[in-house]
């Protein structure tokens, strides 16, 4: 079968000939039609993420839209290696597959999962969001922060937060939900008092696809109001600006914020799924709107360095 192989760590993906998954106990074949290309699956490939195998060759790919053998079209995730989901056919345990409602296509399905799981399961699982919440997404202007803002507004968020550097996106975000816009601006003591002045109102939840910097100034400001009002529930989801963080101890013992992260790991697989069929259910109720651009598979060696993350890349599988 035809295929996206990494052949090497750090290589880009070639699109060749890859042997022909057998399913074994408890599990399904998939016949794939879409599957899309995110930070994880870039990570993943280049074997810098943390929950790389390691195996070589491999199929990239962690996600992807198909139909089984008995024609239902489903959405699945995490093919075991060295299968992933850029291939005509994978392999994947049958309870890491979820049914996809009419009305929603094949693309837009492929494009939502990964970066509407990560937001829907920071909100739903981690930090266990309420109606009538305050959300700060930090780093909103991506395909991921767009989503969440959108995913935060429908599970009943009262206020929406969003940060970001690309100030033409984030005045764009109004339309999706965000009630408050705040730009990262270099200078980082003002950036912390506009987050403090957020914070004085009150905020329940921050969603960070970010990290670096802009999560210092947040728990910093954070620490600073978190004598007075409701415990902040911060939770790591990416760490697009840096991977490290340098936190005083005094901004923890000082306050009540509790950090946590989201992510294969810190979430079993069946609940990632769970969320991925909360979040493929309503998906039509909530209107999500998700830029994509379709690729042919066949393209992924020139497509593979030029793409960026907006619109979102999925590729066709003929």
């Known amino acids: 079968m035809k295929a996206a192989i990494v052949l090497e760590a750090g290589r880009t993906p070639v699109y060749g000939d890859f042997k022909e998954p057998v399913p074994g106990e408890d599990e399904v074949r998939i016949n794939v039609t879409a599957a899309a290309l995110s930070n994880v699956v870039r990570s993943r490939a280049s074997g810098k993420h943390y929950s790389s195998s390691g195996d070589l060759p491999f199929v990239v790919g962690i996600d992807g839209v198909g139909r089984l053998d008995d024609g239902r079209r489903v959405y699945f995730v995490l093919p075991q290696p060295p299968l992933g989901s850029m291939s005509q ?6 309870g890491q597959c979820v049914a996809l409602p009419d009305g929603l296509d094949d693309v837009t399905a492929a494009a939502l999962g990964n970066p509407g799981m990560s937001a829907w399961a920071a909100l739903k699982e981690r930090a266990k969001l309420t109606a009538g919440e305050t959300v700060l997404v930090n780093g909103a202007t991506g395909t991921a922060g767009r989503l969440a803002v959108q995913i935060a507004k ?3 968020a009262k206020k929406v937060i969003a940060t970001g550097r690309n100030i ?3 005045k764009s975000l109004a339309s999706l939900g965000a009630d408050v816009t705040i730009p990262l601006v270099e200078d980082g003591d003002a950036l912390e008092q506009a987050f403090q002045a957020q914070f004085a109102n009150g905020v329940d939840v921050i969603v960070d696809y970010l990290w670096g910097p802009s999560a210092e100034r947040l728990i910093a400001a954070g620490a600073k109001a978190g004598k007075d009002v409701v415990p902040i529930r911060f939770v790591h989801v990416g760490s697009v600006s840096a991977p490290d963080i340098t936190l005083p101890s005094a901004a923890l013992r000082s306050s009540a914020i509790e950090l946590m992260g989201s992510g294969i790991g810190s979430i079993s697989v069946d609940r990632l799924v769970k969320s991925i069929d909360d979040l493929m259910q309503a998906a039509l109720a909530g209107r999500f709107e998700i830029a994509t651009k379709t690729i042919p598979l066949s393209a992924i060696e020139e497509t593979w360095s030029s793409a ?5 890349v999925v590729f066709l599988v003929v």
């Not at 056919?89 to 049958?94: A, D, G, I, Q, Y």
């Not at 960026?308 to 979102?312: L, T």
């Open 154 to 156: 429908y599970m009943g």
């Open 89 to 94: 056919r994978t392999v994947v345990r049958s």
């Open 168 to 170: 033409e996106v984030l």
């Open 308 to 312: 960026g993350n907006i619109p979102r």
